[in-house]
């Protein structure tokens, strides 16, 4: 048989609402009972009845993340399973539990209405945010607890943890500029997305404060993966003038723009420098090395998760909206300009 509270209360001489307010952790029980209460539930084994507790507070000790996956996003992206550890290791911490599902109906709103409906989480992560992104005008809508990793393009009067991509691509480009580099070029995620979006802002940007010109045909938007870099860096390498140095807006891209470089014969560093955004594991295990700009996708995890914690309990929070300035790592895949 299970051990109840009034067989704690029993062993301990107390009442049951005592025990009760013991282990719930009220401040309105001294902490000698508090701990003699807890120490003797732990004797007997005590479990607590979770689903009645979380009715009685109504609460599930649930979070949802809807992967989007129109935009691809899968469990093999180093970033994006970085970032999940980093959430996971703060639900783990507070006993929060974790569901992760996919947008399998490809019906976003539909996908998180019944989420709402259900009444099984307490509160949604969002992740891939887009300049236009009907999630979180839902989520606003029916004043649901979220914290986004991103921005949208207007009106961010809500919860979210973001890089600031165009400082970290500015860096990039000054640092190529620094290097003789004088033709760049640029290969993208989908615009759509708010982080692509600043990240080609920070690029064009960059190469207006060197009075460098801005063309077009160098600014290349393709898909997240490998082989969109490998595409993009072939098209790119075979123009009449190519670029002496491609900026990839993921690390990669960067990893499928160098396949093509070798594949054409190039030195990488040397005859065509090539740059990454994110710094995943891979990217210093590389060869060359690649420089790129670095993000902690695990803290970024850790703040979204305790961020969130806090939405769901009206607990104060001391930002609302944290942007965080990435690192320029330079490593061997960007070197001077020799034309």
């Known amino acids: 048989m299970p051990v109840t509270l009034k067989d704690i209360a029993d062993r301990v001489g107390k009442s049951v609402s005592t025990v009760s307010r013991a282990l719930a952790g009220f401040d309105d029980i001294g902490p000698k009972t508090r701990q003699e209460i807890q120490l003797v539930a732990r004797e007997m084994g005590y479990e607590p009845n979770t689903s009645a507790r979380n009715l009685q507070k109504q609460r599930t000790d649930t ?13 093999s992206d180093p970033f994006f399973s970085e970032l999940l550890s980093g959430i996971v290791e703060q639900t783990t911490k507070h006993g929060i539990g974790l569901s992760v599902t996919a947008d399998i109906i490809h019906d976003e709103p539909e996908t998180y209405l019944k989420q709402i409906r259900s009444r099984r989480v307490d509160g949604f992560i969002v992740v891939r945010t ?13 004043e649901i607890p979220f914290v986004s990793f991103g921005r949208v393009a207007e009106n961010n009067d809500f919860h979210f943890v973001d890089e600031d991509g165009v400082y970290g691509i500015r860096q990039v480009v000054d640092h190529l ?3 003789g580099h004088t033709r760049l070029a640029c290969i993208a995620e989908p615009l759509t997305l708010t982080k692509s979006h600043h990240r080609v802002q920070g690029f064009s940007e960059g190469l207006r404060v060197h009075d460098l010109p801005h063309n077009p045909e160098l600014i290349v938007e393709t898909q997240f993966r490998q082989r969109s870099g490998y595409e993009a860096a072939h098209r790119l390498l075979r123009l ?13 891209l960067a990893f499928g723009a160098m396949s093509a470089a070798r594949e054409l ?7 065509v420098s090539i740059t990454g955004f994110d710094d995943i594991l891979w990217a210093e295990l590389m060869t060359p090395s690649l420089t790129t700009v670095h993000q902690p996708a695990h803290q970024f995890g850790g703040m979204i998760a305790q961020m969130l914690f806090k939405v769901i309990n009206n607990k104060p929070i001391e930002q609302k ?6 690192k320029l790592v330079v490593r061997e895949s960007s070197g001077p300009c020799l034309v």
């Open 63 to 75: 979070i949802a993340l809807v992967l989007p996956t129109i935009n691809q996003l899968r469990f």
């Open 130 to 142: 887009r300049l236009q992104d009907d999630r979180i005008e839902l989520l606003c809508k029916h």
């Open 177 to 179: 500029v620094e290097l």
């Open 240 to 252: 009449p003038t190519p670029p002496t140095a491609i900026v990839a807006c993921n690390d990669l």
């Open 265 to 271: 014969g190039l030195v990488i560093g040397r005859d």
């Open 321 to 326: 909206q944290i942007i965080v300035k990435p």
